[in-house]
T-cell receptor
């Protein structure tokens, strides 16, 4: 049973476009939702994270939108650049600082 | 800046052999996690420690797997009698562990690749 469902599996975006990746969760006990970025051969690195008491968080070109009632959250990458080409994982964690559960990932390719 | 350090980065072993991976977390991080990642998949939780205490083990952690964190600092993950299905990247991560705020980030190492032939 997958606790965090991520889509799409892969995404191709033109340079300068907007990349959108979606995640859905079932466990209402989750209270922390990070996005990680992973380049080939490297470990995941935290990109941006949100708590469910806010509906949106923006850091530079990266924005998380959070819909608590729908149990969905998404990552928006504005002005996508070739250097953003990587695999992106959404994740979630319950209260009490329990371990993160990850989605299956989205492979993003930004083409010039 | 010393992040999470893992060793070795790559290991090729024959089926049936034992392998051990080491993880050095970020200094003062009292939580340490082990995850496994296969190609095209997200990291899957294996086990985690709060200081030297192992608090949770996933069903993925068969009895051939054992993890230790003897002094609450570095950790080792040992796989006995390796099988081809054990081929994966083994990720270590650490966090401060206290509180649930956004500041309590989980930081990952670069992983240890295992290939069982």
């Amino acid at each position: 049973q997958q606790q965090v469902k991520q889509s799409p599996q892969s995404l191709i975006v033109q340079k300068g476009g907007i990349s959108i990746i979606n995640c859905a969760y079932e466990n209402t006990a989750f209270d922390y939702f990070p996005w990680y970025q992973q380049f080939p051969g490297k470990g995941p690195a935290l990109l941006i994270a949100i708590r469910p008491d806010v509906s949106e968080k923006k850091e530079g070109r990266f924005t998380i939108s959070f819909n608590k009632s729908a149990k969905q959250f998404s990552l928006h990458i504005m002005d996508s650049q070739p250097g953003d080409s990587a695999t992106y994982f959404c994740a979630a964690r319950g209260s009490g600082n329990t371990p993160l559960v990850f989605g299956k990932g989205t492979r993003l390719s930004v083409i010039a | 800046d010393t992040g999470v350090s893992q060793d070795p980065r790559h290991k090729i072993t024959k089926r049936g052999q034992n392998v051990t991976f080491r993880c050095d977390p970020i200094s003062e991080h009292n939580r340490l996690y082990w995850y496994r990642q296969t190609l095209g998949q997200g990291p899957e939780f294996l086990t985690y420690f709060q200081n030297e205490a192992q608090l949770e083990k996933s069903r993925l952690l068969s009895d051939r797997f054992s993890a230790e964190r003897p002094k609450g600092s570095f950790s080792t993950l040992e796989i006995q009698r390796t099988e081809q299905g054990d081929s994966a990247m083994y990720l270590c991560a650490s966090s401060l562990g206290s509180g649930t705020g956004l500041g309590n980030t989980i930081y990952f190492g670069e992983g240890s690749w295992l290939t069982v032939v």
